[in-house]
């Protein structure tokens, strides 16, 4: 079967919370999705810089 890749399924910002992320990866993964995107919206260069940071430790670390 071909891949299926979702674009902008959910975005982080202030306050997000990385456990619902990661169900919702699971949610994703579950019914057969292997890629998904994330939109992340911030007021400063800095906090995106820093909420790119912490995806990144708190679910791109733990995807398997």
Request: with cysteine; aromatic share 6%.
């Amino acid at each position: 079967p071909p891949s299926v890749v979702c674009s902008g399924t959910f975005s982080i910002q202030r306050g997000w919370n990385p456990q619902e992320t990661m169900d919702h990866i699971g949610r994703l993964k579950a019914i057969g999705v292997s890629g998904a995107g994330t939109g992340i919206q911030t007021d400063s260069r800095s906090e995106y810089c820093d909420l790119v940071a912490q995806f990144g430790e708190e679910v791109i670390a733990k995807i398997d």
